[in-house]
């Protein structure tokens, strides 16, 4: 009835941890069909009734117990990060931290320790799209041989608020509002613009949120952030500051803002669909991670606050090391037992990890253990299998709901002399091995009086706002700008705007200026900052645009063809591009495929009219005169042309397709090329150049 698995996990002192996790199948071994009391159903095709039309007996406990399954199948949503898609895979330590953590999973180069990831959209409900403009979870649980650690973190490497006592009403002011329940999935509306226009310390984010950060072309092409400033422990007690950074190999790619509300439209679930297809045809999603290290000194060098969430350290201050490698190499068995019911918490760290008193951290560490309680109904939500430790877990916790386990002994407390678990009535403490928290001296001084108070620096809402804007491309300030205005265009309470654009005249006269002039409102008065803000350098890495990888490798090129089409042509794009390390993805305006010029039927992988070009990163258009007329007239062929175009992606084109190109128009530039190696080497890029030309960069 069940298979097993054994999970293994090799620990840094080399030794080798086990654990076995059924896997239950929805048939007996033999092939039946079983009730839950593992009782063989005769039919599962009609109730039991009386008489051929008769009424359906209450005594049907195969109906009866099949629809009571069936009516509590569901199960709360997370309140944020409802929608979110999982992977198995493993994390590689590339060397010996040992010299800064004792944490287990970093001792030895070469170790490998189990992960599970969940990436996720913030705002939206679990059935909403995946292309919304919003922040997206990154949220790894390591399964170390010294106990689980998680790193919930997110692509953004701060936070909107510094406290958390205001999180609640930061997620009631961007989650649908709460007497029309809407909108799904968007931040721009009312109740969301408001809350953030009275709350400076939300600008810095704000600005992350309305760049392209905020848009991934795909889970595996954007980074994770711990966000908060952790600490990392020696053997010998000594500590260390530490951010955590996620560095996707392939580089961080981010699609345009109309591409992203088409993709929308194109598919519900492109990033869902997009991880699960590389996992499963082997093509490993990879993120480096990197920490960033400081002591006391340097934090007190700063003019801003490490246990800020609204802050981050410029990596050209402070250089990113290269720590280890995750490597997402199994898709999900069960998308419920796994991906919905895998539990992180950020108060899940190991012995050689600590925490700093972030007041945002802080109130974390109780929110998500509460939360699993509500969401999965039990206590002893850490035995699924998906949360369960791959190391031993023993204590004297005992009973509650769901009750997984079978505790034997009679000693069900510590100390005792029984001897149930051992000759000394363990489980005991282990004062060497066991998590000691750090005493934090350095903090200490800061402790004393109980106040509800913020800290002097924590004032500063503007200053990394601003390095952020001036860090930015041209287009990508564009990018912003728009966003602002895309934004409070659909605010419709007339004193937020003005609000928000006061507030942005303290990060860059000049952005606030394009926003109210794409709104079409007087530029307001400056707000009064509660500190003034200062000049800090540009951190170049913080582009999308300047740090991105050319390479196919994770991108796709849409090969539209038809009947008629030159089958050399397509065969030899498909080989290029396949060589390049990327996937060409076949489209015709039928899906069974079109009949090329040596008369074989070439078989699509997606249709016209359902494989929009926004899907796909290059598009090849492969046609013959009388394919290219054909098509002149199929508004599908003409948008997918016209969108490739002003999406700013390569377009590759057989001579007989140009009427095509010139009815979507296109107009010639260094992205529009013929079919040729240039259209592969072009495909790894976006022609940015071109944007001024497809539309307004105010
Ligand atoms: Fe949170 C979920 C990331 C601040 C309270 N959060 C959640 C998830 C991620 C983050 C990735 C989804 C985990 C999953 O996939 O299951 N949250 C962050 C980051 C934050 C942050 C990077 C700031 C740096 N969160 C934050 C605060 C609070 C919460 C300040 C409350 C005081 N977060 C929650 C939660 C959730 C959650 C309500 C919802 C579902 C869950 O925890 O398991 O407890």
Redesign the pocket.
Known sequence: MADIKTFTTTRGDGGETHQQVPKQSSHDAEGHLTTDQGIRISDNQNSLRSGVRGPTLLEDFVLREKIFHFDHERIPE?????R?S?AHGYFETYESLSDLTRADLFQKAGQKTPAFV???T?AGGAGSVDTPRDVR???VKFYTAAGNFDL???NIP??F?QD?MK??DL?HSVKMESDRAFPQAASAHDTFWDFASLMPETTHMLMWAMSDRTLPRSLRTMQG????TFKLVNARGGVTFVKFHWKPLLGVQSTLWDEALKLQAADNDFHRRDLWNAIAKGDFPEYELGIQTFDQKFADSLPYDVLD?TKIIPEELRPVRPIGKLVLNRNPDNFFAETEQ?????ANIVPGIDFTNDP??Q??L???L???KS?LGTANFHQLPINAPKCPVMNFQRDGQMQMNVPTGRANYEPNSLGAHGEDGGPRECPVTGFVSHRGRAEADEQGDKLRVRAELFADHYSQARLFWRSLTDNERAHVASAFVFELSKVKLEQIPSRMVANLRNVDDELAQRVADGLGIDLPRMAKPAREPIDLDPSPALSIQRNMIETLKGRSVGILYADGSDGGSVQRVVKAVKDAGGTPVLIAPKIGGAELSDGKTLKADGQLAGTPSQTVDAVAIVLSEAGCAALMNESAAVQFVADAFVHLKAIGASIEARPLLDKAGVVADAGVLGLDRAFIAAAKKRFWEREPQVRTLA
Do not use: E, M
Request: positive net charge; proline residues 4%; contains cysteine.
């Open positions: 997370r309140i944020v990060h409802a979110g999982g969940r990436f996720s913030v979870g990154f949220a919930v973190g997110n701060v936070f608020i958390a999180f609640p997620v952030f711990g966000v908060h969430a895998v539990a992180f918490c950020p945002l951290l109130g974390r109780f929110s998500y509460d939360t699993q969401r």
